[in-house]
């Protein structure tokens, strides 16, 4: 049992609008073959919540009204999802890009043999978690083992050219309850450790701040933690950063189809637009998300604290 979590709905955060949507963020299902410490969605083995084919079809219908043009696919492992190919293959027809949230370890697991492949050719953007260039580090937060199946999935990306003509981008999460060192110095060194060591290049360091919420929430709930880490966020909040927060121009969509305004609020069970009703894609089509407001909680520090921290990396 996870320890219980305080309840963050009641914020002095600053009120925000979405400017313009553009991006949908699909969460296609739990299931995941890691269970690593810093994940919020406590994915895992053992979930069995899957995006249903119907419900894909729908998402699509929504992304031809609402004219998105960035599908941003996550887990779990969403490459798990037994309609991943399929759903790739809509958004291709669509000419939308297309970023796929991997974990790199499933692309070494049996049975997904071919994804790399098949992610090449449909130049899918890969957005892969390496929370360290270390495989201690590593290992400790994501799993024995992990650290070495990354890097072979990495050798194998860039064997068909990813981080070099095709987009392969990082990302960087903190060990413990603090924020992330700068992006840029980051970048560097992981750029120069990994090359040097493996021989693997990449695109671009994405430093992601974890958030106070589900698996490592719980993490600093059992440490005695909690309190100092909202202090540590709150504390370093940043008003420039609000001006270019994910949650202004997407919307986050869960396995069944509902709407939130981001993946963390998404794991809140916090609905899009403070409503206090869930609203499903199939009811949104016509829907007008342009400066609507957007629902937010103390949790919304951890995207306006220090260099700022989106699913796009560092946000000034």
Known sequence: MHPTLPKLVETDFPAIRRDKLDTLQVNLGYLCNLSCLHCHVNAGPKRKELMTRATIDQLFEFIDQQGITTL???????????????????????????????????????????????????????????????????????????????????????????????????????????????????????????FAHFGVVFTQLLTITNMPIQRFGSTLISKGLFDHYMQVLKAAYQQVNLEHLMCKSMLSVDWQGFLYDCDFNQMLDLPVGLSSKKKHISDCLQTDFNQQAITIADHCYGCAAGSGSSCSGALT
């Open 72 to 194: 941003d696919l996550t887990g779990g492992a969403p490459e798990m999802n037994p309609h991943f190919k399929y759903t790739v293959s809509q958004a291709v027809q669509r000419g939308i890009r297309i970023i796929d949230r991997c974990n790199l370890v499933i692309l070494e697991e049996p049975g997904y043999e071919d994804l790399v492949g098949f992610l090449a050719t449909h130049q899918v953007q890969i957005v892969a978690s390496l929370p360290c260039y270390s495989s201690d580090n590593v290992d400790a937060q994501r799993g024995d083992g992990v650290f070495d199946k990354s890097i072979s999935a990495l050798q194998k990306l860039n064997a068909v050219d990813y981080g070099k003509e095709l987009d392969l981008r990082l990302v960087y999460n903190p060990q413990d309850a603090t924020l992330p060192a700068p992006q840029a110095r980051l970048e560097q060194e992981y750029k120069e450790h990994l």
